[in-house]
């Protein structure tokens, strides 16, 4: 079995390390990550000792006993190995100074600074390998998860939804499409191929097919060509799916 990361968290709020938790609670339950804690840069210190394993740090700048910043300045004169990310918090985002472990946004609510942490993503190989891997899925579902419980437990306030609630607001009516309208377009599409040249439109699409199988062509001329030949739209996306395939997302739970 794969050792988690073991990621030190240095800050003095109060409600740190519970963010922290509840935060990244599915990497802590698969055993991805291993948090320790520390108030300060003296306590910081000591974790490191006895755990020298720690790989990564989280810290806040302006602690007691010990600051962030004379923290780093201790850590760079040891030679020590782990990485640090200086969390500086500004209204409403924060900014982040961090060595390549990955990107921080923190952000300041009623109950303190929110660190969402973007580990790993070019050791993942980058977006595409990370979206083969259901990774980015997998964070906007448990951020949307963690969200929706704020709302529900009243915790953040979302004006006409969960506080300040309008009694005499009136339905909004749905839209509902006649559906001439899709005859009518349907007629249209039929006319507009009855009188393209259809061996023009096989010529481009195929051209459309040849560049898009080639990685080094920029395929925004052929897609031009397929326009001016009357192509549909629904045939441009097919010919391309020729080349590339469907992509069929992996359900995240």
Do not use: W
Request: proline share 5%.
């Amino acid at each position: 079995m794969t050792e988690p990361i073991k990621i030190l968290g240095v800050d003095d709020e109060a409600d740190f390390e519970a963010l922290i938790l509840q935060r990244f609670r599915r990497q802590v339950r698969d055993r991805e990550y291993a948090f320790r804690f520390a108030h300060h840069g003296a306590e910081a210190l000591d974790a490191l000792a006895a755990e020298p394993d720690i790989q990564l740090m989280l810290l806040d700048i302006n602690m007691p006993v010990m600051d962030g910043l004379t923290l780093l300045t201790e850590l760079r004169e040891r030679k020590s190995p782990v990485r640090a990310i200086m969390v500086r918090e500004f209204k409403p985002y924060g900014t982040i100074s961090y060595d390549g472990m990955g990107s921080v946004i923190v952000k300041n609510g009623t109950s303190g600074p929110r660190i969402m942490l973007d580990a790993h993503m070019d050791e993942l190989g980058g977006m595409v390998a990370a979206v083969k891997l259901n990774y980015p899925q997998r964070e906007i579902a448990d951020a949307a998860f963690a969200l929706q419980q704020e709302i529900d437990a009243g915790e953040r306030v979302v004006v006409g939804v969960n506080s300040f609630l309008a009694t005499d607001e009136q339905p909004i009516p749905t839209l509902r499409v006649d559906p001439a309208l899709e005859r009518k377009q349907i007629g249209r599409l039929q006319a507009a191929r009855a009188g393209r040249d259809g061996a023009a439109v096989e010529r481009a699409l195929a051209a459309l097919r040849e560049d898009a199988a080639h990685e080094d062509r920029n395929l925004m001329e052929p897609l031009l060509a397929c326009a001016r030949a009357h192509a549909s739209e629904g045939e441009i996306v097919q010919s391309l799916q020729q080349v590339f395939g469907d992509y069929a997302e992996t359900p995240v739970f």
